[in-house]
């Protein structure tokens, strides 16, 4: 089992920066896919930004943070997310998510989520 803390959330005013923090303990196998989710109040969880590692690592990004965000791994157990010209409509709670193959076996684990709000 992984256990994934996430840290870095607050509350920012519109144009601002904030960096996401993501720390992976616990045994891991092979990382099939890392990345970023949020949800806002009434919606549905939805994806921020995804690492699929690989020969040649791969990066998908919503369009709606696409050019403002960025994904990176520092090292097998942490992630970031760096978040640029944050907008009001970027308040959400924010999940860090791995998928992995656990000998042969997919699993997937979320942590807590951290709560960034982006208001004047």
């Known amino acids: 089992q992984l256990h994934l803390e996430e840290s870095g959330g607050g509350l920012v005013q519109p144009g601002g920066s904030l960096r996401l923090s993501c720390v992976i303990s616990?045994?891991?196998?092979?990382?099939?896919?890392q990345g970023w989710y949020r949800q806002a109040p009434g919606k549905q969880r939805e994806l921020v930004a995804t690492?699929?590692?690989?020969?040649?690592?791969?990066y998908e990004y919503a369009e709606s943070v696409k050019g403002r965000f960025a994904i990176s791994r520092g090292s097998q157990r942490t992630m970031y997310l760096q978040m640029n010209i944050l907008e009001p409509e970027d308040t959400a709670k924010y999940y860090c998510?791995?998928?992995?193959?656990?000998?042969?076996?997919?699993?997937?684990?979320w942590g807590q989520g951290t709560q960034v709000t982006v208001s004047a």
């Open positions: 998510n791995v998928r992995e193959d656990r000998l042969g076996v997919h699993q997937e684990y």
């Open positions: 690492i699929t590692p690989g020969y040649v690592t791969n």
């Open positions: 616990g045994n891991i196998y092979t990382i099939l896919e």
